[in-house]
């Protein structure tokens, strides 16, 4: 399943299956989540970005997310390279 990440409105993003399926991310703090399943690295494996750990605060860890996740918009994706992004289309897909 290949999919794209979109920027939703007003706030958030959405994920956007090629089978035409939404999976609508709008918590500030789901951000570090997503962005680690996209590839990005988090600095603690304790903390995956959702609590504050020795080196960052959530408030930073989040920020890296969205900066992380801005540079990946309108980017396809192909699902079988990031198993974990299935997830995010269970029970409706919002997050």
Request: glycine letters at 8%; proline letters at 3%; aromatic letters at 12%.
């Amino acid at each position: 399943m290949a999919f794209t990440l979109k920027a939703a409105q007003p706030v958030g993003y959405d994920l956007v299956a090629e089978d035409g399926r939404i999976a609508r991310i709008r918590t500030d703090m789901d951000y570090p989540e997503l962005a680690r399943d996209l590839g990005m690295q988090v600095c603690c494996a304790e903390s995956y970005g959702s609590d504050d750990c020795e080196h960052a605060s959530v408030d930073q860890h989040i920020y890296n997310a969205i900066q992380f996740l801005d540079g990946l918009l309108d980017e396809e994706f192909e699902g079988d390279e990031y198993p974990a992004i299935e997830y995010y289309f269970v029970d409706g897909g919002t997050l």
